[in-house]
Every structure is written in C-alpha cells, then in structure tokens.
C-alpha cells in the first residue's frame, strides 16, 4: 500500500477532509457518491462567493 504523498495529505487537511486529486489539477475527487459531489460543490461556490466577496472589499489588493 503506498502511502499517499505530502501534497495530498496538505490539501486534505486544508480543504476540510474532502481528498483531492492532486494529479488531476486539484479538481475533487470524482468517485464521489451524487450526493456528496453535490455538497462538494456547493460548499466550492460557497467558497468562490465569499472570495470574491471579500476580494471586492478590498482583502487582496
């Protein structure tokens, strides 16, 4: 069993549990059950709105 790289385990950790695929340009992973993929994406829109809520208050500049 190979253990899974550093990378990996880093954006697991970060990205709230959910292992990514790091090989495939970060996108999740797609053996995901319908129902979690669609939690998944919700909870990535969630993310992306608030980014750019705070980006158009001026947080990155």
């Known amino acids: ?13 970060r990205d709230g549990g959910r292992m990514q695929d ?3 340009g970060g996108k999740p992973d797609l ?7 669609r ?6 829109e969630k993310r992306k709105a608030a980014w750019l809520e705070s980006k158009s208050r001026g947080a990155y500049t």
Request: hydrophobic share 35%; proline share 7%; net charge positive.
């Open 39 to 44: 939690n998944a994406q919700k909870l990535e």
């Open 22 to 24: 790091v090989s495939a």
């Open 1 to 13: 069993m190979n253990q899974p790289c550093f990378r990996q385990v880093k954006l697991k950790e």
């Open 31 to 37: 053996k995901l059950e319908p129902r979690q993929a």
